[in-house]
């Protein structure tokens, strides 16, 4: 029996864990390039998931509701870029805050469109759980998981093997060699925002079976995954999957063993620690020596 409840509790941790990550790694992008952390990035997840449920609402393909809402999150990201965070300049406190105001805006016109009441698409491979060794796991949880693992893969192979990639974090390194080397920062930085609202939107919609979403959805969502980007090595994909995993493990076995009141103070305590005692993540300096 206490295998089995230690097994729930990881599998439950992973699943929540993965959810922080996906989250997590749409910081990356727009971290790589102008060293800005986007605190509206949970706000994208939420504002793409209700985009997407809206359209499949309105009767469009679950698959054609999940296209239209990622393209158009990443489009919208980039608009954002180019009119709210291109006039702040190099400021990056000023353009922090002003993300901070775009996730507040979204949060509004969700409220707008949508109203307060939290929505859901229905699960991708039906609600029938999977049975484990006496633990259960929904089936949308390895959609969530395997979701994770495929970006992850997909943008460190893309940051460290693609042109483009590389001239992401050249721009973060210097931005003004990189532009002297030919490098079009403020393209990169417009590219970047457009990637991180489709993570976001992916990200969103792939919660959005277990995780009701409604307009303030995207606040905490914002919290867990700079925190788990904190973790495991702020601007690596990596990092944020492997610190969003530990985050949730962590938070799933204090709810089990201790009590569910410790779970948001978890994030605190870990995000407090390592900024404290390992600023640079707990991978920070292993996937440093991999750029």
């Not at 989250?23 to 997840?45: E, K, L, P």
């Not at 180019?82 to 969700?110: E, F, Y």
């Not at 395997?146 to 997909?154: D, E, I, P």
């Amino acid at each position: 029996m206490a295998a089995t409840e230690m097994l729930q509790y990881l599998l439950s941790g992973i699943t929540v864990g993965s959810i922080y990550g996906l989250v997590g790694i749409g910081f990356t992008g727009v971290y790589n390039v102008t060293g800005i952390v986007n605190f509206a990035q949970g706000d994208m997840a939420m504002f793409g998931s209700m985009l997407g449920i809206a359209m499949f609402e309105m009767g469009a393909p679950m698959p054609l509701a999940i296209l239209i809402a990622v393209v158009t999150m990443g489009l919208l990201a980039g608009v954002m870029e180019r009119w709210a965070i291109r006039p702040v300049g190099h400021d990056l406190v000023n353009a922090i805050i002003v993300t901070i105001g775009l996730g507040v805006i979204m949060q509004g016109v969700a409220v707008v469109l949508w109203g307060t009441d939290a929505r859901a698409l229905p699960a991708f491979s039906g609600e029938k759980p999977l049975h484990l060794w006496g633990a259960t796991l929904a089936p949308q949880a390895l959609w969530v998981i395997g979701t994770a693992a495929l970006l992850v893969t997909v943008l460190t192979a893309f940051f460290k093997l693609s042109y483009l990639g590389r001239a992401f974090i050249a721009c973060a390194l210097n931005r003004f060699a990189a532009n002297i080397c030919g490098i079009d920062v403020r393209r990169m930085s417009t590219i970047a925002f457009v990637l991180s609202g489709s993570l976001g939107a992916i990200a969103g919609l792939m919660i959005s079976p277990i995780t009701f979403i409604q307009y303030d959805t995207g606040i905490p969502l914002s919290i867990k995954g700079f925190t788990a980007c904190i973790i495991g090595g702020l601007g690596n994909p990596i990092g944020a999957m492997v610190g969003g995993i530990l985050l949730g493990i962590i938070e799933a076995l204090a709810s089990g063993y201790l009590s569910s009141g410790f779970k948001n103070a978890i994030a605190f305590v870990l995000l407090l620690s390592v900024l404290l005692l390992r600023p640079a993540g707990l991978l920070g300096d292993v996937l440093s020596r991999t750029r």
